[in-house]
């Protein structure tokens, strides 16, 4: 507790810091803020003796440490009395501490002892402490890295992408893998005489022309109103209904929709859409 035999709280202070106390030692022992503290001390001009502060500075002093080199100030105490430059250039050969000093047989045994079992982590393959073996494709089988689930083919097909619609385009596949679209696109080609009805191009001796039977209305419009007429159904469950219904769904051999054109202009009307059918 401070003694209050001192007419004010500030001369309580003063006294403190005159016999060696801190600022911020006297802020503690009287609960004022440091600030305030110094403030006081610069107002009233009060100054130690030099026998105090002399002994002060002699109970904080810190040891300062010097290369004995170049003299360079250390920030801490070093060994070898230099600094790290120094040491690079000078601390070499004969000049450096373990010069002509051998280990013993026993300390080299003890060493290899140490790092039989020792797997380093820079080592790859099985060797490496955190090898997890292989990783495949769970789909197709193909070596992939140990951090995916499936090969760049396999990772955005069927249920994983972002286009799935349940599981239709098989169904859709099987569809048009039928022999009635075969015939549909034949009747196409022998109504237009095999002939683009756009251009006029048609296959001659030595020159050959790929021709297409483009659908008027558009396939995927056809299978989605099938899907809608046979909404009972699922196109995964009840795949093998749908296909049978497929079959007899007029809509899908349609001649009328169809018409033939060669590769150029079918590009066209899909793709630049230059031209229109009507």
Known sequence: MPNFKYKSLKEQVLNKYIEGFSSSECSNIFGIPASTV???IRKTNVS?????????AGQKRKKHYYCKLCGK???RERKSGMCYNCWVKFARGKNH???GKKKSKEHIQHMLESRKNIDYWWLKGANNWNYKGKNYCKVCGVEIDRRSTYCYRHAKSGARSHNWKGGITPLRDAIENLLEYKEWRKKVYERDNYTCQLCGAREIKGKKIILHAHHLKSFSVIFQEFLKKYS???PVEDKEILFELGITYKPFWDINNGITLCEN???KIHYK?????C
Do not use: G, M, N
Not at 48 to 56: G, Q
């Open 273 to 277: 859409k230059e031209v229109k059918i």
């Open 265 to 267: 202009c079918h590009r």
């Open 73 to 75: 100030e250390l920030k």
């Open 38 to 40: 110094r403030t006081w």
């Open 97 to 99: 501490p373990l010069y």
């Open 48 to 56: 130690r003796s030099k026998d105090e502060a002399s002994k002060l």
């Open 232 to 234: 009972q159904f699922s």
